[in-house]
């Protein structure tokens, strides 16, 4: 039997030492911890490794939970890693703290024991008003563009970006967006101790400054694969929407999408070259209708935003002479000759109107300086033919 050198009744302490215990994602160890509490859980399931089984009734269907867990209680002591989370200046939040990022409560059993933070703590208020902003690592020239645009002016409205710290699309959205001064969140696939990948650490620092590094991991993780797929589930459920800039056919940035959508949250996609593999997976999520098409800020907070507070603008082309016009002004327009002027009857013939409404029509394009008289005949006004 294991013998804890914490005090494993201490609420803040087991939780963490569920974050040790149990991978990202694990709905069974959340599904327990939520029916005992994180003490409960935890003497639950040092009760199962000594063989006293005192909750037999649970032992059956959480056999294979016990298994993965029991091997990870030998020299668990989840104050080593707080110490290690106070000297970089960082904070624990639990599922009860009124800093806690609400979203997250979306996703059940599998949302994470607690949250290992440098920054702002407060993810409730930082993460208000949010979008991801995802993408490929192998990013090109114009989707990074695209993501500097987006993020600036993303910032320009309010809204926190959060990614996920990587190399590429990720990478410029955390740039982008504090190079507008706005606030950034960086979700983690390890722990918060060393930023990753490595070639970033400047950038998660100044990330860590201005908004928030997150982890669902203690410190001392180490990131791999399927901690990438866990971490993605939270940068979908923590924000508003999520938009993914560029993404292959087979890419962690579709995850995101993807589990967004799961959750019900607006997914919007950035169209890119049909011949650019990039892309792909974006024009992918276009077609099965799990993403809309943005290709600015206003319309990504269209989509993350309040109703009837963030709806984009119409976009206008330039104006043209028929603009507002009604059928018969058109027609009529229409029918007079580029250069030359056209007789009162030739206009009738030509137009296919009647004599009343061409008449109608001719004073209201006189009105608006399309037509002039030129004795009996009509001809377009001679500003607009230049």
Request: aromatic share 4%; charged share 20%.
């Amino acid at each position: 039997m294991s013998v804890l050198a914490f005090d494993a009744d201490d609420p803040l302490l087991a939780t963490a030492a569920w974050s040790r215990l149990a991978e990202p994602g694990d709905e069974t160890a959340g599904a327990l911890v939520a029916h005992l509490g994180a003490p409960g859980a935890l003497a639950w399931l040092l009760d199962q490794q000594s063989g006293e089984s005192a909750r037999a009734d649970l032992a059956r269907p959480l056999k294979a939970g016990v298994a993965r867990w029991s091997p990870r209680l030998e020299g668990l002591d989840p104050r080593r890693e707080l110490g290690v989370l106070e000297r970089t200046g960082g904070t624990l939040l639990l599922p009860d703290d009124e800093r806690w990022p609400r979203g997250l409560d979306a996703l059940g059993a599998g949302a994470p024991f607690a949250l290992w933070v440098r920054g702002d703590a407060d993810l409730a208020a930082v993460c208000r008003r949010s979008v991801a902003v995802v993408g490929a690592r192998a990013s090109t020239s114009y989707g990074e563009h695209v993501t500097a645009q987006l993020a600036s002016g993303l910032a320009d409205r309010g809204f926190t970006v959060v990614s996920g710290g990587a190399y590429g699309i990720d990478a410029v959205a955390h740039r982008g967006t504090l190079l507008a001064g706005g606030s950034t969140v960086a979700v983690m696939a390890g722990g918060v101790d060393r930023f990753y990948p490595q070639g970033n650490h400047d950038l998660l620092r100044r990330v860590a400054e201005a908004g928030a590094v997150v982890a669902e991991v203690p410190p001392g993780s180490s990131p791999f694969r399927q901690r990438f797929l866990a971490r993605n589930r939270l940068i979908a459920a923590m924000t508003a929407a999520t938009v993914v800039v560029e993404a292959a056919w087979r890419s962690g940035a579709l995850s995101t999408a993807r589990r967004a959508a799961d959750l019900l949250r607006p997914v919007g996609a950035v169209p890119g070259p049909v011949t650019s593999m990039a892309s792909g997976g974006c024009h992918q999520l276009l077609r099965d209708g799990v993403a809309t098409c943005v290709t600015d800020a206003a319309e990504v907070a269209e989509l993350a935003g309040a109703v009837g507070v963030d709806a984009a603008t119409p976009p206008t082309g330039e104006s043209a002479d028929v603009d507002g016009l009604d059928e018969a002004g058109r027609a009529v327009l229409d029918a007079l000759p580029a250069r030359a002027s056209a007789e009162l009857s030739s206009l009738v013939r030509v137009a296919g109107r009647s004599l009343p409404e061409v008449l109608g029509a001719l004073g209201m394009l006189e009105l608006r300086g399309l037509v002039e008289a030129d004795g009996a005949r009509w001809r377009r006004a001679r500003a607009r033919r230049r």
